[in-house]
């Protein structure tokens, strides 16, 4: 004999919302918004009001706990659906349940808004500007790629158009670290047949080292060799020495072979050393700077912060979370009495909304 525990579906998704974090939750309330027609987001005027005005229900700021009646008419107490915990069950279809859910939407007027829709007023439409604006100052805007640079360089040449448009072309070919991917006769014959062209391999090499001659150094490189020797200037000590140790010493470097490379090239081995530290300054991969992913904004869910008193208080930050309700549209067709298979229908999603907002709120 032993003992197992069952958890209903709607257990296990109220567990699934708690663990989500905001923007997680947010995803997730976007989608539900889109599958779900009868859940609705609840927009909020500057007041902090649902749009549609102040609740009174008589229209005449009277007490909100009566119905409306006609003049002269003794005032009847309203239902206490509110008061009511809304449970779902799985006895008589939730009819009950549905019923509260028609009373409650005509106990708020300021959820019936109809069909049609409400017009927005002047101080909700600032408010909603004031919201877009946030969002857009928030986004980090995107980082300017490699081929961008160069090709943003490369447009201050002074070209005939067949060889600056080739030398677009093979900015685009070359990979994130800035190496030519292919050969650059390969190159050429595409462009050529492609693009209707005769350039000529001489002229091919002369747009190379346009290329070649663009920040960061190193780029348009066809080797690792050459991306090392592109990076060498007149400027830097012993740059004689670090060129011929790049182009005929890498391997023997590698393998700390310098009496080999003392042998071979008559430096001292202070000078051969001097010209491995001047390498290692050198960047290997010159694009890849380039391509470092922006850092992810972190929108945190609880903030622990001090009270007056220097305890410390943990609250829950969700004001960026957006509040949802029954679409009044779809309670307004359940008071309709529609056919059978859309009154089911109705109630699946009706079910589904429900259980989300709840999940929500004891969140």
């Known amino acids: 004999m032993s003992q197992q525990m069952k958890l209903a579906p709607r257990m296990i998704q109220s567990m699934e919302i708690l663990?989500?974090?905001?923007m997680a939750l947010n995803e997730r309330i976007e989608q539900e918004l889109v599958e779900n027609v009868t859940l609705d987001r609840l927009e909020k005027?500057?007041?902090?009001?649902?749009?549609?005005?102040?609740?009174?229900?008589?229209?005449?700021?009277?007490?909100?706990?009566y119905t409306d009646r006609l003049p002269g008419e003794a005032p009847e107490p309203r239902k206490d659906v509110e008061n009511r915990e809304l449970v779902v069950g799985d006895e008589s279809n939730n009819q009950s349940d549905f019923e509260r859910l028609v009373?409650?939407?005509?106990?708020?007027?300021?959820?019936?808004?109809?069909?049609?829709?409400?017009?927005?007023?002047?101080?909700?439409?600032?408010?909603?500007?004031d919201r877009q604006h946030d969002v857009m100052s928030n986004m980090m805007a995107r980082p300017q790629s490699l081929h961008e640079h160069l090709l943003e360089q490369f447009s201050f040449y002074s070209l005939e158009s067949a060889q600056r448009q080739f030398g677009e072309y093979l900015i685009q070919h070359l990979d994130y670290n800035g190496r030519v991917q292919s050969m650059l006769a390969e190159i050429l014959q595409q462009f050529n047949r492609l693009y209707g062209y005769q350039l000529t391999m001489a002229q091919a090499d002369e747009v190379l080292k346009?290329?070649?001659?663009?920040?960061?150094a190193g780029v348009g490189a066809r080797d690792h060799r050459e991306m090392l020797l592109l990076q060498v200037h007149d400027s830097m000590p012993f740059h004689d020495v670090v060129e011929t140790l790049i182009r005929d010493h890498l391997e023997d470097i590698a393998l700390n072979r310098l009496p080999l490379?003392?042998?071979?090239?008559?430096?001292?081995?202070?000078?051969?050393?001097?010209?491995?530290?001047?390498?290692?300054?050198?960047?290997p991969y010159p694009g890849r700077g380039f391509e470092q992913r922006p850092v992810q904004r972190v929108t945190p869910d609880l903030i622990v912060e001090p009270d007056d008193h220097g305890r410390y208080v943990v609250r829950v930050?969700?004001?960026?979370?957006?509040?949802?309700?029954?679409?009044?549209?779809?309670?307004?067709?359940?008071?309709?009495?529609?056919?059978?298979?859309?009154?089911?229908?109705?109630?699946?999603?009706?079910?589904s909304a429900k259980w989300l907002i709840d999940s929500i709120e004891q969140r």
């Open 261 to 283: 490379i003392q042998r071979s090239t008559g430096f001292s081995l202070e000078l051969i050393k001097i010209g491995i530290e001047q390498i290692q300054t050198l960047n």
């Open 19 to 22: 663990q989500l974090n905001m």
């Open 317 to 351: 930050l969700d004001e960026y979370i957006p509040e949802l309700r029954i679409s009044p549209r779809y309670l307004q067709m359940l008071k309709d009495n529609p056919s059978q298979e859309t009154k089911d229908w109705i109630r699946r999603k009706v079910e």
């Open 103 to 129: 009373e409650i939407s005509s106990d708020w007027p300021e959820d019936n808004v109809g069909f049609g829709g409400s017009r927005a007023s002047a101080g909700q439409i600032s408010d909603e500007m």
């Open 210 to 216: 346009m290329i070649q001659q663009l920040e960061p």
């Open 45 to 65: 005027d500057a007041d902090g009001l649902p749009t549609g005005g102040e609740r009174d229900v008589d229209g005449d700021g009277g007490d909100p706990t």
